[in-house]
């Protein structure tokens, strides 16, 4: 079995073209044998001239894919890749129209769908992993990110109005429609403001593992 990890770097910034050119993706895989050293192969993202990729926050592998969230907002989007760099698909549009986003905050794979946030609008828009088009939007509470699992969600909570259930915690559960369940990890103090990674939730070997930097303690949650 291997563990990849994927990094972003950028190159050659000026112009479309060189802007473009200069984004690769690093694989990192490591085997789970008595070896040490990590298997290194890089990818060379071929975005069309259409797009610019820059303001990359998140990167997210979805089978034999890649997902790269931009958060730009001239460009945001999700941007699919398969391994050998080729350009599939962008997952909707940045827009006020059915099925498009202000912003692109968040991506996740949450069982056959693509769920983006939006965070501008409060939505979190899905769309089909196997054909990319429109599927529907759900309104979602104050949280910048979440784990999904089979019949619940584990959500970051952002909320700083001490009137709103559950605001005392850093995570919430809720049903799979976004509605608060329970709340977990009461906050070390309350504040609409973040440092640190955009994502820190992340799902290993099933289990979802997330942190708060104010508290320096991890939450595990698993099924």
Known sequence: ?????????????????????GLKTLIFEKETSNSVEPHISHILLNVP????????????EM????I?????????GAYIFNKSGQ?????????????????????????????????SRGYAL???????????????????F??????YNICDNSETDASKPFSEYQYVMTDKEF???????????????????NVPMYTIDGEVRAYALEERQIADFDS
């Open 63 to 66: 089978g034999d894919k890649i």
């Open 87 to 119: 350009f599939v698909a962008k997952v909707g549009n940045c827009g006020r129209a059915n099925g498009e986003y202000l912003s692109a905050d968040f991506v996740t794979i949450d069982g056959d769908k693509i769920v983006i946030f939006d965070q």
């Open 49 to 60: 001239e259409k797009y610019i990729i820059g303001d990359i926050s998140q990167i997210y």
């Open 68 to 76: 790269v969230l931009q958060s730009d907002t001239r460009h945001c």
């Open 126 to 144: 899905r769309y089909s992993s196997v054909d990319y088009s429109f599927i529907d939007r759900q309104k979602i509470f104050n949280t910048i």
């Open 1 to 21: 079995m291997k563990n990849l990890i994927y990094i972003i770097t950028l190159a050659c910034l000026v112009g479309c073209r060189s802007y473009n050119e």
């Open 179 to 197: 509605n608060p369940i329970k709340g977990y990890v009461e906050k070390f103090f309350i504040s609409g403001y973040s440092s640190g990674p």
């Open 146 to 151: 979440y784990a999904p699992f089979d019949d």
